[in-house]
């Protein structure tokens, strides 16, 4: 990072946040610096050194070159819509060596990018339609003992059942593309299931639970999930049939049937 970087080009409008000189940040939304704050605590609590890296959702980047900071050995940053000027300005201005590429979350296969280390998924779960299949196809990017570090809006209520809370359109406590809202026992039961074990959780307001009898907004959450890839956990039958693979010997009865 030096003194003699110019500003950003005045067209360029950042999501997120960034020191590109010593005292110079970008115009970030600054609703979001709290959670991106608590993303970088939850990395902190992390070993980046030598790792892989992937950052799915990265935006502007900021996570993937927090991932290099703390000292991993390979950067990779995807996002749909990825900002590419601004990558390249901040790249630049932070001399990364971190490789960002247009890519969908659900294009992503083992031969993409081959495996990683860590998995970062921040901002990016509850934007999701198809929130299973997104993380069952990041399941497969990990290394067994691999660390998945989700963070997502969730919905605060007192996890007697693992829910998922999933408006459309106006019914969506933020905007009509974010659609998956889980509560805390409800990702961490569909984390489970699909082969990893949440060893942290942490939110950033602590709300109180929905009160069904309570008028007002609902309460909406953040929250950082620490998740390890353990494939002590993976039922193979189990995960074959939600694959739809039925046609196998010792599932229920049902699936004889003739169709
Ligand atoms: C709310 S921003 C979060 C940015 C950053 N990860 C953070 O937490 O600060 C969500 C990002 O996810 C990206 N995104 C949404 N759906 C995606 C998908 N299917 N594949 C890749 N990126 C996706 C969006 O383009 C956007 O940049």
């Known amino acids: 990072m030096t003194n003699d970087m110019p500003e950003p080009p005045s067209h360029l409008t950042f999501y997120h946040t960034v020191e590109f000189a010593p005292g110079r940040r970008t115009a970030g939304w ?15 609590r992390l070993d980046f050194r030598g790792r892989r890296v992937l950052d799915i959702g990265c935006r502007d980047g900021a996570l993937a070159f927090q991932a290099e900071r703390l000292g991993a050995a390979a950067v990779i940053g995807i996002d749909v819509d990825l900002p590419a000027e601004n990558i390249a300005f901040l790249s630049l201005a932070l001399r990364s060596k971190a490789r960002f590429e247009r890519h ?31 993380l069952r196809l990041v399941r497969d ?4 003992g691999g660390t998945l570090l989700v963070e997502t809006a969730t919905f605060a209520d007192a996890n007697a059942l693992p829910l ?22 409800g990702f961490t039961e569909t984390a489970r299931s699909l082969g990893f074990a949440v060893v942290d959780q942490r939110s950033l307001m602590n709300l109180p639970p929905y009160d069904s009898a309570a008028s007002g ?4 959450d953040r929250t950082v999930f620490t998740c390890t890839r353990d494939h002590r956990l993976d039922d193979a039958k189990l995960m074959d049939y939600w694959d739809g693979q039925v046609d196998m010997p010792g599932l229920p009865p049902w699936t004889a049937l003739p169709r």
């Open 30 to 44: 600054p609703v979001i610096v709290p959670i991106v704050e608590m993303i970088s605590d939850a990395m902190g």
């Open 164 to 185: 998922l809370l999933c408006p459309t359109g106006a019914d969506s406590p933020y905007e009509p593309t974010s659609c998956t809202f889980f509560n805390i026992k």
């Open 141 to 144: 990017l990990l290394v067994d």
């Open 217 to 220: 907004p609902l309460p909406i």
């Open 104 to 134: 969908n979350l659900y294009g992503l296969k083992p031969e993409s990018f081959g495996l990683f280390d860590i998995v970062l998924l921040p901002g990016v779960l509850y934007h999701l339609r198809y929130p299973f299949w997104g």
